[in-house]
C-alpha cells in the first residue's frame, strides 16, 4: 500500500474519534437520546481500526476512545446514576469489542501469510522441476544448432526451439518469484491464476513479464 494512503487511513479513526467526541461536547447534556446514538458511533472507528490495523491498533483507538469520553462521563457524574453506570459499561465494552475485532483480524492475517508461505514453496519446488529438463533440453538445442548452417530449415527451426525455449525460462523464473495468487478472468466464468500479476516485481522478472505478455497477446 503506498505511504500516502496508508497515512490517509490512519487519520480516518482518529479523525472520527474526534469528531464524535466534540459532538458530545457541543451538545446540551439535557439531551440524551442523541448522546446515545453519539455514543454508539464511537464503535465505527474500533471496527476501522480492528479491521485496518488488528489487534495493536484497534486497542490504541479503543484506549484513545476511552481517553476522549470518560472524562466527559466524569464531568457528568450523577451519583452513580443508571446512565453513569450504562457509559462506564459502554467503555468497557468499547475495550471489548476492540480486541474482539483485532484478534480476528490478526488471526485472519495470520491465514493469509500462512498461505502466501505455502503457494511460494509449492512455486519454488515447481519451478526447480521445470528447470533440469528445461535447461537441459535448451543446451542441446544450442549444440545442434552449430551443426547447421544459418538459412537452413533445420537451423530455422532449430532458432525457433530455442527462442520458445528461452521464453519457457522467462516464465519459471516469474513462477518461482510467485508469493502470492492473483486470478483473472479466462473462460466463461472460470479463472485462472496471473502468473505474471502474482509474481515479485524485479528488474529481470519485470522484462519477463513483458516480454511474457507480448507473447501471450
Do not use: C
Not at 15 to 26: C, N, P, S
Not at 142 to 170: C, R, T, W, Y
Not at 192 to 199: F, G, K, N, P, Y
Amino acid at each position: 500500500m503506498p505511504s500516502g494512503k496508508s497515512s490517509i487511513r490512519a487519520l480516518v479513526p482518529a479523525g472520527l474519534v474526534l469528531a464524535i467526541t466534540a459532538l458530545h461536547v457541543l451538545t446540551a447534556q439535557e439531551q440524551q437520546r442523541i448522546h446515545i446514538v453519539y455514543r454508539e458511533l464511537y464503535f465505527l472507528p474500533l471496527i476501522l481500526a480492528g479491521f485496518w490495523y488488528g489487534l495493536r491498533g484497534a486497542l490504541v483507538t479503543s484506549l484513545t476512545v476511552t481517553a476522549f469520553y470518560l472524562p466527559y462521563t466524569v464531568y457528568h457524574w450523577q451519583s452513580f446514576s443508571p446512565d453513569d453506570l450504562d457509559s462506564l459499561l459502554e467503555i468497557v465494552l468499547f475495550n471489548i469489542v476492540a480486541a474482539g475485532v483485532g484478534i480476528l483480524r490478526d488471526r485472519e492475517l495470520t491465514r493469509q501469510r500462512e498461505k502466501r508461505k505455502a503457494v511460494a514453496a509449492m512455486a519454488g519446488a515447481v519451478a526447480h522441476e521445470m528447470n533440469t529438463p528445461l535447461f537441459a533440453t535448451l543446451g542441446t538445442a544450442q549444440l545442434l544448432i552449430e551443426d547447421f548452417e544459418e538459412g537452413s530449415a533445420p537451423h530455422a527451426d532449430l532458432k525457433q526451439i530455442i527462442a520458445s525455449l528461452q521464453q519457457v525460462k522467462a516464465l519459471v523464473r516469474r513462477i518461482a518469484s510467485i508469493e502470492d495468487v492473483v486470478v483473472k478472468s479466462y473462460v466463461g466464468a472460470e479463472q485462472i491464476a496471473d502468473i505474471h500479476a502474482s509474481a515479485v516485481r524485479t528488474p529481470d522478472a519485470a522484462g519477463d513479464a513483458t516480454g511474457g505478455l507480448r507473447h501471450g497477446k
